[in-house]
């Protein structure tokens, strides 16, 4: 069934449609992508090239109902030879991966054409055409034998058919399994200490998960407990109760129970899904018409999957991500008139117990729907990740280097805002790795005592409050005097700059500057890592760069956990509040008149463990007043800008606080060293300081 | 909640309020209490407490015979096998 068929019912525009259907048909296309290199990795997973043909036949039925023939027709041989490797004995020969990643292509750019209304046809679309139909001609000469043993068979695996036994996990032992016509659930309920204070108990949520479905094990978790002399009854010891619970109810369901928990304290997975009782007649359907065409019953199969998922409303509720953002906005605001409430001297006068219990659920509540919706945004790593294995594919082909690259915590949930724009960086930091990181041959590497092999790994995970996303080589490194020496070449920097490692390392995301001796396809065309940093920099996010010659290279991007919400320290300067991202703070101090120093011309210097930091007054350079202030009578914040770090002195550190972030107006939005506002629980505005414009770095 | 020579006998239903109660009652007598055992039906728990409870016991009269702890597992009507996992 084409993947439109579900929307024609509504009412909706041609364009309307039409957008749908290219986010759709993009979203498969990166799958297949996917799916075609998971399967080139491990070619005996049949279930990968099930995947792969559902994909293609999905994206031809789309095409053809849209009247795209040029993308219909090549999609329809593409998926005529995936049913081919899917559904026979005969394997995938190593050049078909090669013709398949091209088949993507081509698809992609077909796509393009057919959306954008333009003629002509991409230029390897005949190329690639004839690869698939080669591939097709030789498989004619296979033995017939396995064209008629396939279609039943295969399908019955590949629609979930009834008669498969439910999905466990291996360790039967431990994991109980669900009985037919049940999802088994796996929960982790993590109560805090005051559980029973809050009206809680293990032994409420047993009751109610009971009513939702059974409760088959748990395993309770429990770590040294106090003699009965300081025991406590009415404190939790519980670290961890882990229950498996078999439901014919939807997790969303089950998860109504929590509704006034905190969403760390527990968690719901589903483990293996409903598998339905076998149907007497399907199998006689299969029985009485064994010669029936494979095409056919798929298209017979397709309505039940599309059915299927369309009933799981975790696969179906799209929403516009700006509709998620106003929401938050909104969220945002009743925190703020929440704060103010509990804020409120006039309110805390009252000395009212029961109004102190209801404002404080009230903020309880508050946060957790502030949380619930900020988790809407969230979404995993994942499939940015395994993007990039075809990046490294391609890449280690190009230059010619075998690459072993590895993924580790795809998981790690990100702002979707910011998985989107993470992809291109990502994409030059991989291809920057294999192309000037790994050693140019493996006989450079085998000399240097490494593996013939390049390792590569990308890893994402979480980092004080922020998301790590590094790339690890274990190349040649960077070299620190060269890059030094080409900046100095280039003006970039002067003779007497004193720079750390960081601060040299940090030079080749200047614009323009490149050591590559050969300028590659791959990168280094001096419109790299430049690029990279200012579009981290747009998701206020940093990359930093740590690199051992002769051992390797690690780029981190450190990200917020969202941009609708920053970590900042709040300081104050004459009588007004500005927020501070934490991410740009290194340290704060209130410094000794002996360490302040004041160049002629150059302004004032705070000397810190023998490293001479500019000083920058806030209050002079946001022109908030004439006033000037004893340096040791202040506070100085050390920060990290893009123009290096430097000491802004305020009058006080007051705390840290996430904040949510409120646009400024027109009016006010070109201000100088001001990013953003935010309302704080008094009512009270605070600006958002943006850290890179408060200094030149050159004074 | 009974006391049968020196066996307690405990029913799971009991909740919040009547674990505080058994607190009370254990502590004085802990020191002739040679067993705790669970009677009436066994088919669900009403607060996590006790369980608790039961191990703070162990732990201040390691001789004691809990079987529903000692045993590593128990199981229930309504809510499946129980496995305990503790390190004291």
């Known amino acids: 069934m084409p993947i439109m068929a579900a929307y024609i019912g509504y009412i909706m525009t041609k364009e309307e449609i039409r957008a749908i259907f290219v986010e759709e048909a993009t979203e498969v296309i990166e799958k297949l992508d996917i799916d075609i290199i998971n399967y080139e990795e491990d070619p005996s997973n049949k279930e990968l090239l099930n995947e792969l043909f559902r994909g293609v036949h999905t994206l031809k039925g789309s095409a053809n109902s849209f009247g795209f023939s040029r993308l219909g027709g090549f999609v329809h041989h593409f998926e005529d030879i995936l049913d081919h490797y899917r559904a026979g004995e005969a394997s995938v020969p190593v050049n078909a991966i090669d013709v398949f990643l091209n088949a993507v292509d081509v698809i992609k750019e077909t796509l393009y054409l057919e959306v954008d209304d333009k003629d002509g046809l991409p230029e390897n679309y005949d190329a690639t055409l004839e690869a698939i139909k080669q591939l097709l001609s030789s498989k004619e000469s296979e033995s017939e034998e396995t064209d008629e043993a396939i279609p039943m068979l295969d399908l019955a695996g590949e629609f979930g058919d009834m008669e498969e036994a439910p999905t466990v996990m291996e360790d039967s032992v431990k994991t109980p399994v669900a009985s037919v016509g049940k999802s088994l659930y796996k929960l982790v309920l993590k109560f805090d200490t005051d559980i029973y204070h809050r009206g809680y108990d293990h032994g409420r949520f047993f009751q109610l998960l009971s009513e939702k479905g059974k409760i088959l094990q748990s395993h309770w978790t429990l770590p040294p407990v106090p003699t009965m002399e300081a025991f406590d009854p009415e404190v939790n010891y519980w670290t961890e109760v882990e229950l498996y619970l078999e439901s014919a109810e939807d997790a969303d369901s089950i998860e109504e129970i929590f509704l006034f928990v905190e969403p760390q304290e527990f968690s719901i997975t589903l483990v293996s899904e409903r598998v339905e009782e076998a149907k007497p007649e399907a199998k006689e359907t299969v029985s009485k018409e064994p010669h029936r065409r494979k095409e056919d019953i798929v298209s017979e199969k397709l309505p039940e999957e599309q059915h299927r998922r369309k009933d799981d409303k975790r696969s179906f509720v799209k929403i516009d991500t700006q509709k998620l953002d106003e929401l938050f906005d909104s969220v945002g605001e009743m925190v703020i008139a929440q704060n103010f409430v509990a804020e409120n001297e006039e309110i805390r006068q009252l000395n009212s117990p029961q109004l102190t219990r209801t404002i404080e659920n009230l903020s309880k509540i508050t946060r957790l729907i502030q949380s619930r919706v900020m988790a809407l945004r969230m979404v995993p790593v994942h499939d940015t990740f395994d993007k990039m294995k075809r990046v490294v594919r391609d890449a280690s082909r190009k230059v010619n280097k075998e690459i072993e690259f590895q993924i580790d915590g795809e998981e790690t949930e990100v702002d979707k805002t910011m998985v989107d724009s993470l992809s291109d960086p990502l994409i030059h930091i991989v291809r920057n790795a294999i192309d000037h990181g790994i050693e140019a041959n493996a006989e450079d590497r085998l000399a240097a005592g490494k593996s013939a092999v390049g390792q590569v790994l990308l890893r994402a995970y979480h980092k004080g409050g922020n998301i790590a996303i590094e790339v690890r080589d274990d190349g040649r490194g960077i070299n620190k005097e060269k890059v030094y020496a080409k900046a100095l070449e280039r003006g970039i920097i002067s003779a007497n700059d004193e720079l750390s490692d960081q601060q040299i390392y940090g030079l080749i995301m200047q614009a323009g500057f490149s050591t590559a001796d050969v300028i590659s396809d791959i990168s280094g065309r001096g419109v790299g890592l430049d690029v990279v940093r200012s579009s981290i920099e747009k998701l206020q996010g940093k990359v930093e760069i740590d690199s051992k010659v002769g051992e390797g290279s690690v780029f981190t991007i450190l990200l917020p956990l969202t941009l609708a919400i920053i970590d900042g320290m709040i300081v104050e300067s004459s009588g007004d509040m500005f927020i501070v991202p934490t991410l740009s703070v290194i340290e704060s101090f209130i410094p000794t008149k002996d360490i302040i120093h004041t160049a002629r011309g150059k302004g004032e210097f705070v000397d810190l463990r023998g490293e001479m930091i500019p000083i920058v007054r806030l209050n002079e350079v946001l022109q908030i007043n004439d006033k000037h202030p004893e340096i040791h009578d202040s506070t100085l914040l050390c920060l990290e800008s893009e123009n290096g770090k430097f000491a802004l002195l305020i009058d006080d550190l007051v705390g840290r606080q996430q904040v949510v972030i409120k646009p400024l107006g027109k009016a006010l939005a070109k201000l100088e060293g001001i990013s953003g506002g935010a309302i704080m629980g008094n009512g009270d505005i605070a600006l958002i300081l943006n850290i890179d414009s408060l200094f030149s770095g050159k004074n | ?88």
């Open chain 2, 1 to 88: 909640m009974t006391i049968d020579g020196d066996v307690l006998e405990i029913e799971l239903d009991m909740d919040l309020g009547e674990v505080m109660k058994l607190k009370k009652f254990v502590e004085p007598r802990l020191e002739y209490i040679e067993s705790i055992e669970v009677i009436g039906a066994r088919d669900r728990f009403a607060s996590s407490a006790l369980f608790a409870m039961l191990f703070s016991i162990k732990k201040s009269k390691p001789e004691i015979r809990i079987p529903i702890i000692d045993d590593g597992v128990f199981n229930l009507a309504d809510y499946g096998s129980v496995h305990w996992i503790h390190n004291d």
